[in-house]
């Protein structure tokens, strides 16, 4: 596999006059089930031909911030890491500026820099930059190259770092002088065993089982920790067997199919009003896999305070951070609900779980309220408008040509609210991508998502025109490429979020940049008050 006249191949792979380091790199991440690296290339050519020979694909994309954005939407379709490449300097300093939403959202990826040769270190060299600071906020993990003999040994446990545990971004440095250099590579580098992930004790579990017995409004609140412990389909069953409604928070949108009879929609500042107001008259709230913050509690404002919470997470320092709960249980997401599943299958085949009369009728309750709520969102989104185009219609015209498994990619601001609130994912685990809070994040997403994306499974994006003028440069991506991936673009010739922030907070009084030569298009951006 090598290019004329560069050298003779040694065992099918790397040529003899080929730097070790580089080729001990690729194939770290080729063994650790890396296929593919999103990038802007530097001038780190050994380790471009390392990859190529290692059957690594390159995805360059038009900026350090879009290869980002893609990796990180890759990672989450597919719930394995994605690497990311930059190189030193502006490169690098791209890479860690455009990470926030992977973190936010605990997107195991892995972003692989180089820097300055050892050798010129801390002599002003052209485009040297004190890179793991800039990293510090955004990771979990950082780990320097300091020795050839050990790159490919880093690397690999920099993948493995950023699946484990909490999933979240990584960092890693690699000297350029390192990454040309000869040492002995290591005999493999793939991991020798997956850690089990924690399972709750059997005494939380009684006392979440007790909990749900004694409540007479419970509701399961499902985050992005279902989704990432790949637990849809347990957490369906477990809300299944204890007849409990389903609430979601945006992040974790798909851990029960929203066609389901238990599932209540979305709930928190992205949601629909009867979500929230569901939330709000329960009396007891298990939240699973979420961390309660404000985007998921409407800015801490539910569950009511008077419910009785009980919080599931991996991270303990995560449990009762932002608001007190009657007990914390460390324990991944999939675990806690086979193990809720297990106790309750159990008391019910020993009578010992007698029927809760007040759990059907709160179920019922909901779903009427569930079902008046769509049919007044049918009503607003068949409504005829004047002026513009109701994005409500839009979502609704979108979930009758989108397939069950088809993706959506929402950017932040209302297409975040349209897409979390509006559009129902028919099929459970990840097929709703929401920006965690970065705007422009849609656009390259659903090309990394479409490249994710399984046998005839659609990628689809919404973005407002702010949003897609961030990374409009990656039109091109898409074509070179060749992502089919379909991006619907909400023109409204403005910031929306700001514009109305304006009508409602300060009378109307607008503050528009001079240089508008249009006025504002007609955009009713006001999800109805009635939906």
Same mark, same amino acid.
């Given at each position: 596999?090598?290019?004329?006249?560069?050298?003779?191949?040694?065992? @099918?792979?790397?040529?003899?006059?080929?730097?070790?380091?580089?080729?001990?790199?690729?194939?770290?991440?080729?063994?650790?089930?890396?296929?593919?690296?999103?990038?802007?290339?530097? @001038?780190?050519?050994?380790?471009?031909?390392?990859?190529?020979?290692?059957?690594?694909?390159?995805?360059?994309?038009?900026?350090?911030?879009?290869?980002?954005?893609?990796?990180?939407?890759?990672?989450?379709?597919?719930?394995?890491?994605?690497?990311?490449?930059?190189?030193?300097?502006?490169?690098?300093?791209?890479?860690?500026?455009?990470?926030?939403?992977?973190?936010?959202?605990?997107?195991?990826?892995?972003?692989?820099? =180089?820097?300055?040769?050892?050798?010129?270190?801390?002599?002003?060299?052209?485009?040297?930059?004190?890179?793991?600071?800039?990293?510090?906020?955004?990771?979990?993990?950082?780990?320097?190259?300091?020795?050839?003999?050990?790159?490919?040994?880093?690397?690999?446990?920099?993948?493995?770092?950023?699946?484990?545990?909490?999933?979240?971004?990584?960092?890693?440095?690699?000297?350029?002088?390192?990454?040309?250099?000869?040492?002995?590579?290591a005999a493999h580098y793939a991991p020798a065993c997956a850690p089990a992930p924690p399972a709750p004790s059997a005494s939380a579990v009684?006392?979440?089982?007790?909990?749900?017995?004694?409540?007479?409004?419970?509701?399961?609140?499902?985050?992005?920790?279902?989704?990432?412990?790949?637990?849809?389909?347990?957490?369906?069953?477990?809300?299944?067997?204890?007849?409990?409604?389903?609430?979601?928070?945006?992040?974790?949108?798909?851990?029960?199919?929203?066609?389901?009879?238990?599932?209540?929609?979305?709930?928190?500042?992205? =949601?629909?009003?009867?979500?929230?107001?569901?939330?709000?008259?329960?009396?007891?709230?298990?939240?699973?896999?979420?961390?309660?913050?404000?985007?998921?509690?409407?800015?801490?404002?539910?569950? =009511?305070?008077?419910?009785?919470?009980?919080?599931?997470?991996?991270?303990?320092?995560?449990?009762?951070?932002?608001?007190?709960?009657?007990?914390?249980?460390?324990?991944?997401?999939?675990?806690?609900?086979?193990?809720?599943?297990?106790?309750?299958?159990?008391?019910?085949?020993?009578?010992?779980?007698?029927?809760?009369?007040?759990?059907?009728?709160?179920?019922?309750?909901?779903?009427?309220?569930?079902?008046?709520?769509?049919?007044?969102?049918?009503?607003?989104?068949?409504?005829?408008?004047?002026?513009?185009?109701?994005?409500?219609?839009?979502?609704?015209?979108?979930?009758?040509?989108?397939?069950?498994?088809?993706?959506?990619?929402?950017?932040?601001?209302?297409?975040?609210?349209? @897409?979390?609130?509006?559009?129902?994912?028919?099929?459970?685990?990840?097929?709703?991508?929401?920006?965690?809070?970065?705007?422009?994040?849609?656009?390259?997403?659903?090309?990394?998502?479409?490249?994710?994306?399984?046998?005839?499974?659609?990628?689809?994006?919404?973005?407002?025109? @702010?949003?897609?003028?961030?990374?409009?440069?990656?039109?091109?991506?898409?074509?070179?490429?060749?992502?089919?991936?379909?991006?619907?673009?909400?023109?409204?010739?403005?910031?929306?979020?700001?514009?109305?922030?304006?009508?409602?907070?300060?009378?109307?009084?607008?503050?528009?940049?001079?240089?508008?030569?249009?006025?504002?298009?007609?955009?009713?951006?006001?999800?109805?008050?009635?939906?």
């Amino acid at each position: 596999m090598t290019e004329a006249g560069s050298g003779t191949a040694v065992d @099918g792979r790397r040529p003899a006059d080929a730097p070790r380091v580089a080729y001990a790199v690729a194939r770290a991440l080729k063994e650790d089930g890396i296929d593919r690296v999103f990038l802007v290339t530097g @001038g780190d050519l050994w380790l471009w031909r390392a990859l190529r020979d290692q059957g690594i694909q390159l995805h360059l994309a038009r900026s350090e911030a879009a290869s980002v954005v893609m990796a990180d939407a890759y990672a989450r379709v597919t719930g394995k890491p994605a690497v990311v490449y930059g190189q030193w300097g502006p490169g690098a300093a791209n890479v860690a500026g455009a990470l926030a939403d992977a973190w936010w959202a605990r997107s195991p990826l892995v972003a692989l820099t =180089s820097t300055v040769s050892t050798q010129v270190e801390y002599k002003f060299e052209y485009q040297e930059l004190d890179q793991p600071p800039m990293f510090q906020s955004v990771t979990k993990w950082q780990a320097r190259v300091t020795r050839a003999d050990r790159a490919g040994e880093l690397v690999a446990m920099a993948v493995r770092i950023a699946a484990a545990g909490c999933p979240g971004p990584v960092h890693i440095d690699i000297p350029s002088d390192i990454l040309a250099q000869d040492a002995q590579p290591a005999a493999h580098y793939a991991p020798a065993c997956a850690p089990a992930p924690p399972a709750p004790s059997a005494s939380a579990v009684d006392d979440i089982v007790g909990r749900l017995a004694r409540s007479r409004r419970p509701v399961i609140l499902a985050g992005n920790g279902v989704l990432l412990a790949d637990a849809a389909a347990d957490l369906t069953e477990f809300a299944e067997i204890a007849t409990v409604p389903v609430l979601t928070t945006l992040g974790g949108k798909g851990a029960i199919p929203e066609n389901h009879p238990l599932s209540a929609g979305v709930a928190g500042r992205y =949601s629909s009003k009867v979500a929230n107001e569901i939330a709000r008259d329960a009396d007891f709230i298990l939240a699973i896999g979420t961390d309660l913050g404000a985007l998921a509690t409407d800015t801490y404002t539910l569950p =009511s305070p008077d419910a009785e919470v009980v919080q599931v997470d991996l991270a303990a320092e995560r449990i009762g951070r932002t608001r007190a709960v009657e007990a914390g249980v460390v324990a991944d997401a999939g675990e806690a609900c086979r193990a809720l599943t297990a106790a309750l299958t159990l008391a019910t085949a020993s009578t010992a779980r007698p029927d809760n009369d007040a759990h059907h009728t709160w179920c019922a309750s909901v779903r009427r309220r569930r079902d008046a709520w769509q049919e007044a969102f049918e009503a607003v989104a068949r409504r005829p408008a004047v002026g513009h185009v109701r994005p409500e219609a839009i979502v609704a015209i979108l979930r009758e040509l989108a397939g069950d498994r088809d993706i959506l990619v929402a950017d932040t601001g209302f297409m975040g609210a349209w @897409g979390g609130a509006l559009f129902p994912v028919h099929a459970a685990g990840r097929t709703f991508l929401r920006a965690a809070g970065t705007l422009g994040w849609a656009f390259p997403a659903v090309l990394g998502a479409q490249l994710a994306a399984t046998s005839g499974q659609r990628a689809f994006a919404l973005v407002g025109d @702010g949003g897609f003028g961030y990374n409009v440069g990656d039109l091109e991506t898409a074509m070179r490429l060749n992502v089919p991936a379909v991006v619907i673009v909400l023109n409204n010739a403005s910031l929306a979020y700001e514009h109305v922030g304006f009508e409602h907070a300060l009378g109307g009084d607008v503050v528009v940049s001079k240089e508008r030569v249009a006025p504002v298009t007609t955009f009713d951006a006001r999800l109805e008050r009635d939906i």
